[in-house]
């Protein structure tokens, strides 16, 4: 008897459209793509803000259109559901505590992480003069 | 219920195919009952693996509906009346529903999972351990080797090189151990490229198991301690064994 084991084949480019699990964390991936835009946007504001006044509202009007608008609110929401909301689910299982004999639940570094979130959130707030 | 089981002899096919079976079920079965119904009254060329029946043994890992699923854990009931068994995916088939683990198996014993000392044992006593110290790894010496979770892994799938989640939550369990002094010595496996460095934290690892051992968890908790060493390491402390 001879062994012929068979090797099944594994897409390397369609393997994610295999199971929503999949599908779900390469969404999580498709971040990058916004924090590649935003790096951008900066490096072009700064190049605004460098070249003078003119330049710089010009920059900030470019950012004022409804379509413009539209494309931060859905990198908001994007950046919330699939990066935000995501990591601070997966934050407990990179950093467990222990206090004694036990591991304290995930949910209290979760929580920790929304607090610090929301206080810092506060602060740029009140340093933009909003609040 | 019917049962569509991948098939495959490796001294008949070129490629896998699928046999279905009506399977008379019973509301209490787990997926393992009706294959073992198969075998017993429908088909007594079908081959698996399986022995204990009672989530210790590990041997009866296979992809329930596409999903990587320990067959005695997984009861009917909880399912549609249409299943499809194949065997894990990321392997090599051996023969219908039985894969080819020898890739593990070196990767298991790669990352030395035993206690390493550096001076000699305590002479005449055991070591000592405190229930805090243990509760530390105990997660993680759960694991029962059913593979599901390198059969859920796409970065195993992409690079078969990945040592992958099992053997590197075994490695974790013992860098964890308070009486192991061997965390230096296994870092050069562990921080290669192919280690913890190699998952992307999909994730699904952890999802599958059906021990709850969260290889994910172990793996994340090894590339901070792996920067950790490596900065200490740069700047002239000592290494991090206990």
């Known amino acids: 008897m001879s062994r012929q084991p068979y090797v099944r084949p594994f897409s390397k480019t369609t393997w994610y459209m295999r199971n929503g699990r999949y599908k779900v964390y390469m969404l999580r991936e498709m971040t990058c793509l916004l924090v590649g835009f935003y790096a951008f946007l900066t490096i072009f504001a700064l190049a605004a803000l460098a070249a003078g006044a003119d330049q710089w509202n010009n920059f900030l009007a470019s950012q004022q259109n409804t379509a413009m608008i539209a494309f931060h609110a859905f990198a908001l929401l994007y950046f919330l559901f699939y990066q935000t909301f995501a990591w601070f689910k997966l934050a407990p299982k990179a950093m467990p505590l222990q206090l004694g004999e036990k591991i304290l639940p995930g949910s209290i570094i979760v929580i920790g992480h929304y607090v610090a979130w929301a206080v810092l959130s506060a602060v740029i707030f009140w340093l933009a003069g909003v609040i | ?242």
């Open chain 2, 1 to 242: 219920m019917e049962l569509e089981v991948m098939r495959y002899d490796p001294e008949k096919d070129k490629e896998p195919w699928f046999q279905s079976y009506s399977v008379p079920c019973e509301d209490d079965w787990a997926i393992l009952d009706a294959i073992n119904y198969v075998k017993d009254n429908i088909d007594t060329t079908l081959s698996y693996r399986w022995s204990c029946h009672m989530m210790v043994c590990g041997s009866c890992g296979m992809m329930v509906n596409g999903e990587p699923s320990l067959t005695c854990k997984t009861f009917i009931r909880n399912l549609p009346d249409k299943v499809r068994i194949e065997p894990l995916e990321n392997f090599p088939i051996e023969r219908d529903l039985v894969v080819v683990l020898d890739d593990v198996m070196q990767k298991l014993h790669k990352v030395q999972p035993y206690i390493i000392r550096k001076d000699d044992p305590p002479e005449g006593k055991e070591y000592q351990q405190s229930r805090g110290a243990l509760a530390k790894f105990k997660q993680y010496t759960m694991c029962i080797n059913c593979m599901c979770c390198y059969s859920a892994c796409p970065q195993y799938g992409l690079n078969n090189d990945f040592i992958g989640p099992a053997a590197l939550a075994l490695a974790h369990r013992y860098n964890l151990d308070s009486r192991d002094q061997g965390k230096s010595q296994r870092l050069n496996i562990l921080a290669d490229h192919d280690g913890v460095w190699d998952c992307s934290f999909v994730g699904a690892c952890s999802e599958v198991c059906p021990k709850h051992v969260d290889p994910a968890a172990a793996i994340q908790q090894m590339k901070i301690d792996g920067a950790m060493e490596f900065w200490k390491q740069k700047m002239g402390f000592p290494g991090g064994d206990s």
